[in-house]
């Protein structure tokens, strides 16, 4: 019986031993891939500033459509396939000045923005308001906006911050925001650029539709044909502006729509210069596939 006892005791021993060292075999492999996919994501990043750095000559674009069939790039979002280093890759690069800015935009526009991301009327406006009341500097609040006591008496530690926006993150803050607004919101705003207009150019259906007081599906339309890289009837390219300097590259793993590795960052291309790019600022998770089109994402 003692032996039997004995033989038991080292059986779950040797199992839990087995387990524990699966374990720490996994969280190794994955601690690999990630600094793998990190080093990965830094390639894609320079590949992708190194195309945005030389705007192509005509002749470069009608040879680069005709022969090879290659679209060139632009910064709309659409997502490019690169294979590196035997790892299947997808860059995408949005103009970044073609979001609104959250420290510049007039509650009007980002009421617009917010009913063109399918935010009830009522909501779309109290929203816009909170967002003036967070920004601004004075503690007054806005009709149907939210300033200090407004949080306290939602139950919050903070109220209103009365200074600008450091980060598209701090809308998570602000009074009313819910996580599926945010979802929506998040890729149509920014933080970067100071007193730079909006490039209306490379912009998404969603702010189209709130810059120019169109329907959405007039939006998507406008889009479709302006993405097109040539002229329909002929190989010469639609248009050679591509533009920045401001650009936010997404770098993910994986085939599309796959919950995968991702990397964000918002780089300044300066060509001639060294570094020719900055990075501003990057990050990195875990997330599918996003497009520009709210209607996709929600799809």
Known sequence: MLVMWVLTLLTVMAVGLTAAQRTEVALTDNHVETVRFRLLADAALAYAALNFMTQPSETDAEATTAETGTAIWLPNGAP??????????????????????????????????????????DEANALASAITDWRDEDDLARLNGAEDG????????????????????????????????????????????????????????????????????????????????????????????RGGPLYRILVREGSSGRQG?????????????????????????????????????DG
């Open 150 to 241: 407004d949080y306290k008496q939602a139950g919050l530690a903070f109220g209103a911050k009365d200074e600008p926006f450091v980060a598209v993150e701090e809308l998570r803050q602000v009074l009313g925001m819910t996580p599926d607004i945010y979802r929506r919101l998040a890729p149509e705003v920014t933080v970067e650029g100071e007193g730079e207009a909006l490039a209306e150019k490379f912009a998404s259906p969603a702010v189209l539709a709130a810059t120019q007081g169109i329907s959405l599906e007039a939006a998507r339309e406008q889009v479709a044909e302006r993405d097109q890289t040539t002229v329909p009837g002929s190989t010469g390219p639609r248009t050679l502006d």
């Open 80 to 121: 490019h396939s690169w294979w590196f280093a035997g790892t299947d890759l997808r860059i995408s690069v949005f103009n970044e000045m073609s979001r609104i800015n959250l420290n510049q935009a007039e509650p009007e526009l980002l009421e617009s923005l917010l009913r063109a991301l399918d935010v009830p009327e």
């Open 261 to 297: 590795r991702r990397m964000e960052a918002v780089v300044e291309v300066m060509s001639g210069q060294q570094p020719p790019y900055l990075v501003r600022w990057r990050r990195f998770g875990l997330g599918p596939e996003q497009s520009a089109d709210p209607e996709v994402n």
